[in-house]
């Protein structure tokens, strides 16, 4: 990343699959850093004046999916933050590309205790006969998606939410080491 890239793209990304965290942890993590947070699956809400669930259910999945990606592609054009993407972002194709070169953090929850954390919400992908097994085959079904968009992985069920943060912190640390090194390289 060039000096100008780095002022300019997003603090961090955080990705991964419902429940592993991303709203929760996002929002410690901006904190920390003292940045400002933004999740996509809240900006949808705002920007339609729609409920997700209303979304999936009366426009279909498609539309849904049309909506999260001009929502994701504008927040990482203009955020400088921390951004959460919902869980299914990263499945379509132009959000994968436009992460390239952000640093993304792939937030993984087995599929035991990620089900235990969202099994009483509305989450409109695990409503219906045996939410569990649906939960767990779309994890598996992504987890290849999420590894590979990401410059780093992190363990979402190391500890509280502010554990995780802190080994985000800690990995954000040796990641813009990196990237320092990059540019001096560059640069020289
Ligand atoms: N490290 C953690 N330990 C225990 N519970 C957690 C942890 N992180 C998040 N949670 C809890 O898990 C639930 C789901 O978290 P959250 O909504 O942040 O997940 P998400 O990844 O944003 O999901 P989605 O993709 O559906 O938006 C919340 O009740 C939250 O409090
Ligand atoms: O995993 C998914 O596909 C989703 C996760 C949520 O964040 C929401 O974006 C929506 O419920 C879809
Ligand atoms: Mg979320």
Do not use: W
């Not at 409920?51 to 539309?63: V, W």
């Amino acid at each position: 990343m060039t000096g100008d890239r780095v002022d300019r793209a997003p603090s961090a990304v955080l990705i991964g699959f419902m429940g592993a965290g991303k709203s929760t942890v996002g929002r410690i993590l901006a904190d920390r850093l003292g940045v400002d947070f933004i999740d996509t699956d809240t900006e949808i809400v705002r920007t339609t004046g729609r409920s997700i669930p209303d979304i999936f259910t009366t426009d279909g999945p498609q539309r849904f999916r049309e909506i999260e990606c001009d929502v994701v592609l504008g927040v990482l054009r203009t955020h400088r933050g921390v951004i959460a993407l919902g869980g299914g972002a990263v499945m379509t194709p132009a959000i994968e590309s436009a992460l390239a070169g952000h640093r993304v953090i792939y937030l993984r929850i087995d599929a035991d205790a990620g089900f235990a954390r969202v099994a009483d919400s509305d989450r409109p992908l695990i409503v219906g006969d045996d939410p569990q097994t649906r939960y767990a085959d779309l994890l598996a079904e992504r987890d290849a998606t999420y590894t590979r968009a990401a410059v780093f992985t992190v363990d979402a069920a190391a500890g509280d939410a502010g554990t995780v943060a802190d080994e985000i912190l800690t990995e954000l640390a040796h990641a813009l080491v990196g990237e320092r090194v990059g540019e001096r390289a560059v640069n020289s």
